[in-house]
């Protein structure tokens, strides 16, 4: 079948005939493959007849992503284009197979580096091929279990923190406060922290509110 020919005549057709109603502006040549917004590029078509040209694209161009994606967006909240064409299954079966393709080999963002792991200073990081190990790092993510104490060791850092800074609240008031230790947030957040985070908190009118975990 022809593709290339169907899309040409969709696009004659309605360069011909004046639409009454919803119409939908199409980019006869893609922005994607150069195309721009100007009125010779631009034809007006209706949702169904739009949803079909980005398939006949898809069709002509097979290899090209922007395409595939462009039509694919094109069925989201629009379950009827689900269910009536099947080309809406083999459209997102396209997708995925050019989304795979995208992140082979060179064009995977993750391409040349891999992760290492310090289990003493419980920390994560990514290293490129070609640099060297440095003592103490090893190949691979951080374990679970030492995620767990890293997420538990933070929470206690984060604790004594709030600690001294309950302190200095409690002696100079939250004007001051923001002085010394150069505080970026309101009042209100520096409160519901201290609630959230100390057992010792007393709020002024000794009531602890529920609040949003931190």
Same mark, same amino acid.
């Given at each position: 079948m022809n593709y290339s020919n169907i899309y040409s005549s969709l696009i004659s057709r309605a360069k011909d005939i004046s639409l009454i109603g919803y119409v939908e502006n199409h980019h006869i040549i893609p922005r994607c493959m150069g195309g721009d917004d100007s009125s010779v590029n631009l034809v007006k078509l209706t949702a169904r007849e739009h949803f079909i040209a980005h398939l006949l694209l898809v069709k002509i161009y097979p290899n090209n992503l922007k395409l595939v994606k462009a039509a694919a967006m094109m069925c989201i909240g629009q379950p009827e284009r689900k269910k009536s064409n099947r080309l809406y299954g083999i459209l997102r079966i396209?997708?995925? $197979?050019?989304?795979? $393709?995208? *992140? *082979?080999? $060179?064009k995977n963002? *993750?391409?040349?580096?891999?992760?290492?792991?310090?289990s003493a200073t419980l920390e994560s990081a990514k290293l490129r091929t070609s640099d060297i190990l440095k003592e103490g790092w090893v190949l691979g993510r951080l374990p679970k279990r030492q995620k767990e104490l890293t997420s538990i060791i933070n929470r206690e850092a984060l604790i004594t923190l709030h600690r001294q800074y309950y302190e200095i609240y409690n002696t100079v008031g939250f004007t001051e406060f923001v002085k010394i230790t150069r505080y970026k947030h309101s009042k209100q957040n520096l409160v519901q922290r201290f609630a959230k985070l100390l057992n010792e908190f007393q709020p002024q009118n000794r009531k602890r509110r529920g609040i949003h975990q931190i």
């Open positions: 396209k997708f995925s $197979e050019s989304m795979s $393709e995208s *992140q *082979q080999g $060179e963002s *993750q391409y040349g580096s891999r992760w290492i792991h310090n």
